[in-house]
């Protein structure tokens, strides 16, 4: 099974959006609390190419967006593939 890794921030809708989608899957993943103004969220910008919002999804170390990719990878059939 794949790596995977999400930076969150509390209240944040979108993030709760893709937890629940990867939790829908069954995936197992790494949930990094990751609010502005932390360590955690500049690393989530430095791994994303300077992406500053969350969620910041990364799938066995790649990154693959926030939650609308996400999203998008479920309707068209690529997330799995990236999951196995």
Same mark, same amino acid.
Do not use: W
């Given at each position: 099974?794949?790596?995977?890794?999400?930076?969150? /921030?509390?209240?944040?809708?979108?993030? /709760?959006?893709?937890?629940?989608?990867?939790?829908?899957?069954?995936?197992?993943?790494? /949930?990094?609390?990751?609010?502005?103004?932390?360590?955690?969220?500049?690393?989530?910008?430095?791994?994303?190419?300077?992406?500053?919002?969350?969620?910041?999804?990364?799938?066995?170390?790649?990154?693959?967006?926030?939650?609308?990719?996400?999203?998008?990878?479920?309707?068209?059939?690529?997330?799995?593939?990236?999951?196995?």
């Amino acid at each position: 099974m794949a790596k995977v890794e999400i930076y969150t /921030q509390p209240g944040c809708p979108f993030c /709760q959006k893709a937890l629940t989608l990867l939790n829908s899957k069954g995936v197992k993943f790494n /949930q990094i609390n990751a609010p502005k103004g932390t360590a955690e969220r500049e690393e989530a910008i430095k791994r994303s190419g300077g992406k500053t919002t969350v969620p910041q999804i990364f799938i066995n170390g790649q990154s693959v967006g926030g939650c609308d990719d996400l999203l998008k990878m479920e309707e068209t059939g690529k997330l799995d593939a990236l999951l196995k």
